[in-house]
């Protein structure tokens, strides 16, 4: 995709976002202005309607439908508390500023709209993501959690005050948030032809340090633990804008494997939405064999890391021969190790003899 394609994309889908909210309330005013209760209608979030589709390759909703109706009064508060979101949304969207979830919380409090506490303004967020196809983030509504990104791309601004101002992302020696303003701008160019993506702060620092951006030519992204949902959408510009492969380094343990199926192909609680993922990302290790290989220092696997595994040896997702050896690997020794834990051989062995073995055996 060319720049001048990408800019288009982004133009058209800020209108595509607040022409949704405004058809929302018309639909909403239309019911109202013809006499009748205003109801609205949105896939069910229930267990029972999320599957994984194989072809879409992430969980995705089923075909029942829930209505949420002024007529039926158990109905009315979360009725008016969607409505306010969608204004509230539109009013972000429109005058070009964010909040946070946090922020949303407490505006609501200046609107006379209650909550009982943030967990059910965050529900309402996402009954509206449900009911519209987009994310909140697509809404200017972001969370406190923010990641990283260093490398050579060159991105433009287009937030209010910093619109056409470009920034190449190695500005910074400790990698520039992913934030708002990031995520929203324009991609400009690039010399890079990989994406890497770290759980660890630590091993992030190291990889700046070593130049791994300028010897592995690649964009290199802290998801600090599981990504925030932000992240995950970059990363996924990244890949589908810039065509660039993604390859994804964890701890090795369950947990890390889940960091890296969440960006691959989702989860649950998003499955909803469709932009999150980047199905074609590699899981680069630690893996359980990269254990026994590299004879890495380890901790034993407590009650709940096996539990985990025995969890994601059933899910859908992680049907595939590689995530299923990792797995069975993991439950026969019994073992786990941090990234941290190639540095046994030297502070730069992870880069100059792990790393490009990795990248060769994933791509």
Do not use: C
Not at 12 to 23: A, C, G, P, Q, R
Not at 55 to 70: H, M, P, S, Y
Not at 294 to 314: A, G, H, I, M
């Amino acid at each position: 995709m060319g720049r001048k394609e990408r800019k288009t994309s982004v133009i058209e889908k800020k209108k595509e976002v607040t022409v949704s909210l405004e058809n929302l309330g018309l639909k909403i005013y239309e019911q109202m202005d013809k006499g009748y209760f205003p109801s609205i209608e949105m896939p069910s979030r229930s267990t029972e309607n999320i599957y994984y589709d194989p072809n879409f390759r992430q969980f995705i909703l089923g075909d029942r439908k829930v209505r949420r109706t002024a007529r039926n009064i158990r109905h009315i508060k979360p009725f008016t508390q969607l409505v306010w979101a969608a204004f509230f949304s539109h009013e972000l969207t429109t005058q070009r500023k964010t909040s946070t979830l946090r922020d949303v919380y407490y505006s609501a409090q200046a609107y006379e709209m209650t909550f009982k506490d943030q967990q059910e303004s965050n529900n309402i967020i996402t009954d509206l993501e449900t009911i519209l196809g987009f994310s909140r983030e697509d809404f200017n509504i972001f969370p406190e959690e923010r990641s990283a990104v260093f490398g050579d791309l060159t991105i433009e601004y287009t937030v209010p005050g910093y619109e056409g101002k470009t920034l190449n992302l190695t500005s910074h020696p400790d990698g520039v948030l992913i934030g708002p303003a990031l995520t929203s701008s324009e991609f400009i160019e690039t010399t890079a032809d990989k994406v890497i993506a770290i759980e660890k702060g630590g091993l992030f620092t190291r990889f700046i340090e070593e130049s791994v951006h300028k010897k592995f030519n690649a964009i290199l992204v802290l998801t600090a633990g599981q990504a925030p949902r932000a992240t995950r959408h970059f990363i996924r510009r990244l890949n589908k804008e810039l065509n660039l492969p993604v390859y994804i380094f964890t701890d090795g343990d369950p947990w890390g494997m889940h960091i890296a199926m969440v960006i691959i192909s989702g989860s649950a609680n998003a499955a909803h939405l469709r932009e999150l993922t980047t199905p074609d990302a590699k899981w680069s290790g630690v893996w359980a064999t990269d254990i026994v290989n590299y004879k890495l220092p380890t901790d034993p696997l407590d009650e709940v890391d096996v539990k985990r595994l025995y969890e994601l040896q059933r899910d859908p997702r992680y049907k595939d021969p590689l995530w299923q050896r990792e797995i069975k690997t993991f439950l026969k020794i019994k073992r786990k190790a941090e990234q941290e834990a190639f540095s046994r051989y030297g502070l730069t062995y992870i880069v100059d003899e792990y790393l490009p073995a990795k990248l060769k055996e994933t791509k």
